[in-house]
Structure formats: C-alpha cells, structure tokens
C-alpha cells in the first residue's frame, strides 16, 4: 500500500505536509521511497534531501501510464514505505484530446493508475463548516478514486478545529492529521517558485521543525498501514516499452568503452529528472558531475555534455565571472563534444543572459543569441515535432516536453530544432530550440522514460567523437 498526498487546489500546503511525514518517517530510521506526480523540480529536491533516496516523478504526458505503474512498482518495492505526492488540485489535469478524459495526469489519474488511496489536504484558514461541503465534493466525484482520510491544514484555534470536527464527522472520513499555522516553518521562494536546497544553509533547521511537527500532527497509528509499501502492488503493468534488458544490452555492445559525460551540477544547474542520468548510465555512460559555477576546469575526457536546467540569471555574475570555464566549455563545444543543454543550460550557452535589472552578463556563446529575464511566464506541456534531422531526432519524430521559464532569447534560429504545440489544446506556440551538429538546445525539459532513443544515440554520439579523436 501506499498513499498520495493531494490538495483541494494549488498552495493548500501539499509539501508542507509531505516533508512533515517524510522528516518523521526519517527521524525514526524508516527506509521511504517518495514520488512526485507532474514534471516538477524543485520539490523532489526536497524530498531527496528528506529521505536520501532520488525521488521520482510520475507523468502521464512526459512518459505514459504503464511507465508511471512500472516506475512506482521498480522503485517502491526495495524500502519499508512509499509516498506519493500530488500536483495542483487532485482532478487538476491537463486533458487528453483523444479520449477526453479531463483529469488526464492529474493526482487523481495516478491515484487510478496505481490503485492506493489519498490523502486529501484542505486549507481551513477561511472555512468552519463549509469544510463538509469540500471534502464531500471531492471524495464522491469520483468513485474509483479511493480516500484514506484528510488532513486539516492552517487551523487557528481549538475552537476552530472542533468547528472543523463536527462538521466532518458525519462524513465517515477520518482526519489523520491537523496542522496548526506555522508561521515559522517556511521555505522561501521567487520567480520559479521553491527555492532549491542547495541555497538554504537553514534547511536543517526547517526539517527538524517539520519532523517535529510530523511526530505530533498526525494520526500514526492508522497512517502506518497505508504507508506500509510492501503491501503494495495489485495492479499488472503492461505495454512497457522503456528500459527492456535486450536494447540496453544491444547499445552497450556496440561501445567499446564506457563515454564520460560531464553533467553540470551546482546550485545555477539542477534540474534533472533521476531516471534521465539512470538511462544514461544504464547505457553505458560513466557520468561526471561538475559545476561550471565553481570549478576552475573542465573534468578531464569529457565526450559529452549534459547542460541541465536550474537559476543561472540567478547565478549569471558568478557564471560570467568564470572565464577560464567558459572558453574551455566554448572550445570543447565547437571541436565538436556531443552537447545537451535544456532551459538553463541553453541559456548558458547564448552569448549574454541579460538579467531583471538589463545587465548583461556573458555566457559561452555557441549559441548566436542573447537570453533575456522578463516578467512573463511561459509555462506547460509540448508536444514537439522536429522540423529536421538532428544529431540526436529524426526530422518529423514528436517529443513531449514540459517548458518552464522567465526568459526569451532575443533572436531565434533561421532552422529551429521544433515546432511547438500545446499538450491540452493543440495550439502552436511556435518555433523552439537550437539544432547545431553537436548541439541540442531548447527550452523543452524532457523525460526520457519512453524515448530510450534520444539517450541511446547521445551516448553513440558521443561515443563516434571519442573514437574520431583518439590520437
């Protein structure tokens, strides 16, 4: 068994109660596994950092059901408790044009996929008895998603909670946990919303007050059992694709030796899903994590580049101000080191990020544009077809990615790498990404679960530079 902790809507508190239960699970010496639903970051970082173990997102679009099913199954089964938590509201989804289910990657929609209760999490800093009315509405929308109980969140008073009590009990939901305003308990955020762990020296600090808050706030006794993951796993799992023992073996024959791939990890490059480094080196790859923030070189033997996303207008002083790094990035580029730069790390790559303020702030510069910071969001899933051949995609192949980010870039490629479309209602939101011989740039995050070739031929590529530069 598990659960999954959802929310009434978007700023319920969600992660807050998450971290609360994962720090006191922790704190008692528990083995738990965590997952994200949607495409987020940031707050698996959290969790990571919580439990030490990766945690794993679970995305209907950026993979598929049986990947999310098969993904839950691989990596529940090996720790005493697994937890899930949600994305926005619980029915919040994106839609699915081809079978109109509306709730498509929502919590609700994994909660059906991997058949384990949830955990409802209300708000009630502005509500007394219409918090019967909420809960009702949620947990009979609908009947194949199963409710474990709920948790009060932001509760003012003692008489606030009994006001709250009474109004629930007749609904035969059990409240298992209740939070009372913490004020003093908060993790800071800006412009893409948490603010990572690598940038709050007083995160101890914050988990030790949640894994006190989880000793005290929650209903243990009844919790327990549905945490319990070795308990779990009713469902099959079929029509899986991703990660077959035979394609790996198939691509590893063919590499002569392993490719070092230099993965750029600081706090201005963070953003990576865990299964993307899994795949690579599953395939071969020997990874090697450096930080283009700090270090004074480049690691040596690098044949290939993983630019992931994160904060680098954040970071764009201390980036520029590395100059040995970014003439040996440029140069290594332009001999022709097979290079992936996703959101941030094509940003790294532009000529200039120009930041909030209009500073501009020189960046590598294999890329002939600038990044500029602006105030607009652009924000949701992609479905994106390659316009032509790459060194990684066949010309017509459809990707799906998830875009993310604050900045535009000045000037757009004469051979964009995509053409983009909106998951939810196919509208085209325009040309995207850089396609040079060795480079694949975009602001086009994406898992690659269920596209094992786009790290297959990564690692080929850079397995084809290692061989043409051998002396």
């Keep these: 068994m598990s659960i999954i902790i959802a929310g009434e809507r978007s700023g319920v508190g969600k992660t807050t109660v998450t971290l ?4 006191s699970l922790r704190r008692h010496g528990l083995k738990v596994q965590s997952f994200k639903v949607g495409p987020d970051y940031i707050d698996p970082m959290f969790h990571q950092y919580v439990t030490g173990l990766p945690c794993r997102n679970l995305d209907a679009v950026l993979t598929s059901e049986s990947y999310i099913q098969q993904c839950f199954k691989t990596h529940s089964q090996n720790c005493e408790y697994a937890l899930v938590e949600g994305v926005m509201g619980l029915f919040d989804g994106v839609g699915n044009l081809s079978n109109d289910e509306i709730d498509f990657a929502s919590t609700a929609h994994v909660a059906r996929l991997l058949d384990v209760p949830v955990i409802l999490v209300i708000d009630c800093r502005r509500l007394s008895v219409s918090v019967a009315a909420i ?6 929308l609908d009947p194949r998603v199963k409710f474990a109980g709920l948790v009060l969140n932001r509760v003012g008073s003692d008489r606030h909670l009994s006001l709250l009590e009474n109004s629930l009990k007749n609904l035969g939901l059990p409240i298992l946990g209740v939070l009372r305003r913490e004020d003093d308990i908060t993790i800071p955020d800006r412009h893409l ?3 990572p762990t690598g940038e709050l020296p007083e995160l101890d600090h914050i988990i030790n007050r949640l894994a006190d808050l989880g000793n005290s706030c929650f209903n243990w006794e009844k919790l327990l059992p549905f945490l319990q993951a070795s308990e779990f796993l009713s469902f099959q799992v079929s029509n899986f694709k991703s990660n077959e023992p035979q394609r790996h073996r198939e691509i590893q024959e063919n590499l002569t030796s392993k490719v070092r791939v230099a993965v750029a990890r600081d706090q201005a490059f963070n953003f990576y899903y865990q299964d993307n480094l899994d795949l690579l080196v599953e395939l071969g790859a020997e990874l090697v994590f450096w930080s283009p923030l700090n270090d004074s070189c480049l690691p040596e033997n690098v044949q290939g580049f993983y630019f992931g996303g ?24 332009l001999s022709g080191v097979p290079t992936i730069a996703e959101c941030g790390g094509l940003m790294y790559l532009c000529e200039n990020i120009i930041d909030f303020d209009g500073n501009f ?5 294999v890329l002939p544009t600038d990044a500029q910071m602006d105030k607009r969001l652009t924000l949701g899933y992609r479905r994106a077809v390659v316009l032509e051949d790459s ?6 192949a459809n990707v799906y990615g998830h875009e993310f980010h604050r900045s535009h870039l000045i000037t757009q490629p004469q051979q964009p790498l995509f053409d983009t479309f909106r998951v939810d209602c196919a509208e085209n939101t325009g040309f995207e990404g ?4 060795n480079v694949h740039a975009s602001y086009v995050h994406q898992h690659w679960g269920e596209s094992l070739e786009i790290p297959a031929m990564f690692i ?3 397995q084809k530079f290692s061989t043409m530069n051998v002396d």
Excluded at 322 to 333: E, F, H, M, P
Excluded at 434 to 437: E, G, K, T
């Design 20 to 23: 609360a239960l994962l720090s």
């Design 135 to 140: 809960a009702y509405g949620y947990c009979n």
């Design 193 to 195: 919303g948490l603010i």
């Design 310 to 333: 994160g904060f680098p207008e954040v970071f764009a002083r201390e980036l520029s101000a590395n100059i040995n790094v970014i003439q040996l990035v440029k140069g290594a580029i």
């Design 361 to 365: 702030w020189p960046m590598v510069g």
């Design 391 to 396: 060194f990684l995609l066949n010309a017509g």
């Design 434 to 437: 850089w396609n040079l011989p």
């Design 460 to 462: 080929q590529q850079c």
